[in-house]
């Protein structure tokens, strides 16, 4: 059974960059589509993007110019950076696997625990 | 940008049936517009229990169904449980784009 689990630093100043990995057991992310989808407090879920196991990238238009993804399928993890973050990207973020690539990245089967990142000064 | 609405919250009483519906705020539903939808317990990451409109994934119960016309996607739970209790959030993938919408929390009385 596939587990994603996400890691990286829980409390981050203003401005700094925020560097999250989700590590993959049980399966291989190679062929699989993979996302960073975020929830803040009390709120709805935002999709940042997804990055296929090839290394292509598609993101969030509202996050495009700070954001940016990538697959290592040696170490079998993929990685999201947020640069310039702000209180308003304090949230709860989850890697999640889409479909295998013969189908369009439409859904999301498998979710890690969710990691939990604070922006405060 | 096209943005997902959904009632903040419904609620209906073990045995019931409940709807929540999704909605594209401003349009229709493209055509080419494949719609899932995830339930979230609390503490919990979502769970995928409907993608391309009305399929399961293995696993989740068939109390679960889903439909689109133009303007609305819908999940229906019949036999509602004490279980069901959660919040539900319905998705569009379109133009290589993933929506989420807001929530909609379900209570059963």
């Known amino acids: 059974q596939v587990q994603l689990q996400e890691s990286g630093p829980g409390l981050l100043k203003p401005s700094e960059t925020l560097s999250l990995t989700c590590t993959v057991s049980?399966?291989?992310?190679?062929?699989?589509?993979w996302a960073w989808i975020r929830q803040s407090a009390g709120k709805g879920l935002e999709w940042m993007g997804r990055v296929y196991s090839s290394g292509s990238t598609t993101y969030n238009p509202s996050l495009q110019s700070r954001v940016s993804m990538s697959a290592e399928t040696s170490k079998n993890r993929v990685s999201l950076r947020l640069e310039s973050v702000t209180a308003e990207d304090t949230a709860v973020y989850y890697c999640a696997r889409g479909p295998r690539r013969e189908f369009l990245p439409r859904w999301y089967d498998t979710w890690g625990q969710g990691i939990l990142v604070t922006v405060s000064s | 940008q096209s943005a997902l609405t959904q009632p903040a919250s419904v609620s209906g009483s073990p045995g019931q049936s409940i709807t929540i519906s999704c909605g594209v705020t401003?349009?229709?539903?493209?055509?080419?517009?494949?719609v899932s939808w995830y339930q979230q317990h609390p503490g919990k990451a979502p769970k995928l229990i409907i993608y391309d409109v009305n399929i399961r994934p293995s696993g989740v119960s068939d109390r679960f169904s889903g439909s689109k016309s133009a303007s609305t996607a819908s999940l229906t739970i019949s036999g509602l449980q004490a279980v069901d209790e959660a919040l539900y959030f319905c998705s569009s993938y379109t133009n290589k784009i993933v929506l989420f919408g807001g929530g909609t929390r379900l209570t059963v009385l």
């Open positions: 049980g399966g291989s992310i190679t062929n699989y589509y």
């Open positions: 401003g349009s229709d539903f493209d055509p080419d517009t494949f």
